[in-house]
């Protein structure tokens, strides 16, 4: 809902956004309601896009595009970058490297990692989470989750390992039957080329080892060869570059690793867990 509030709080992007079609459109000299014909909008959808009441939609922006882009992808950039300021302020850096990583090493141990959560499980733990947030906020933020998954599938195609402790395989999110739809999406997951999924079992501390006691690790490396650390402790973000630091963090994860299962014993592991015969 357009409202004066937006304008105050209107982020930098959506001001670019605002500023450039409202540019483009004189240009062509086209009044707001001629622009909103083109663009399959009212001329009020258009004045609250102009001036930020309601910031231009990731719909409005497909259409801005091809109407006064004129194939400069402008808008298609921006539609980008206002995505990822919808993300918790925490995470707005890491996503845009997480989406462009040739290769991801992770360590998932609460929950299961948010890149191989079934919308279910993802709904159903920001949901619970605290402090409440509103139904409209949640959905956005499930949304947004599940499209960080078009990075399975992306060109060229990164290369993604992930352990997971054995207790987050456990600890059921939502209801049974949710988590028994995530385990089962993890099977999935698993059986893809670019994938390497390992759980880390519950006796790992057996033998007085134990090398994932201090929470999760994303390793990441960029498209060019930066090797980079990303940690996230109760609501706080990390982005780590120092190589001494990265390394030392590398190494910790060598060590999680050796301790997992391997990918097969894993496999066999999630689908008990499942309740799927192996």
Request: charged share 25%.
């Amino acid at each position: 809902m357009a409202s004066a509030e937006n304008k105050q709080t209107a982020s930098p992007m959506a001001l670019m956004v605002a500023e450039v079609a409202r540019t483009l459109r004189i240009q062509r000299g086209w009044t707001q309601e001629q622009l909103g014909n083109e663009l399959g909008y009212s001329a009020a959808a258009v004045s609250a896009m102009e001036t930020c009441a309601q910031p231009a939609s990731d719909a409005m922006l497909v259409e801005l595009e091809h109407v006064l882009g004129n194939g400069t992808g402008v808008f298609e950039t921006a539609r980008r970058f206002m995505r990822m300021e919808k993300y918790p302020l925490q995470f707005q850096d890491y996503a845009l490297l997480e989406q462009a990583a040739i290769s991801l090493q992770l360590f998932a141990t609460n929950v299961i990692h948010g890149l191989f959560q079934t919308e279910a499980y993802a709904r159903a733990l920001i949901g619970g989470s605290y402090p409440p947030l509103s139904d409209q906020r949640v959905e956005e933020l499930v949304q947004l989750r599940m499209e960080r998954t078009a990075l399975f599938d992306r060109d060229p195609i990164p290369m993604i390992e992930i352990v997971i402790d054995e207790a987050a395989l456990r600890r059921v999110i939502g209801s049974e039957e949710i988590m028994r739809e995530q385990l089962l999406h993890l099977v999935e997951c698993a059986r893809r080329r670019n994938v390497t999924l390992m759980v880390l079992p519950l006796d790992s501390g057996k033998y007085g080892e134990y090398a994932g006691d201090r929470g999760e690790i994303n390793l990441l490396e960029t498209p060019a060869h930066e090797h980079l650390v990303y940690l996230e402790p109760q609501d706080e973000s990390l982005l780590i570059s120092d190589p001494t630091k990265v390394s030392t963090y590398a190494r910790r994860y060598a060590k999680i690793r050796s301790q997992a299962l391997g990918p097969r014993e894993s496999l066999d592991l999630i689908k008990r867990l499942a309740g799927v015969a192996v």
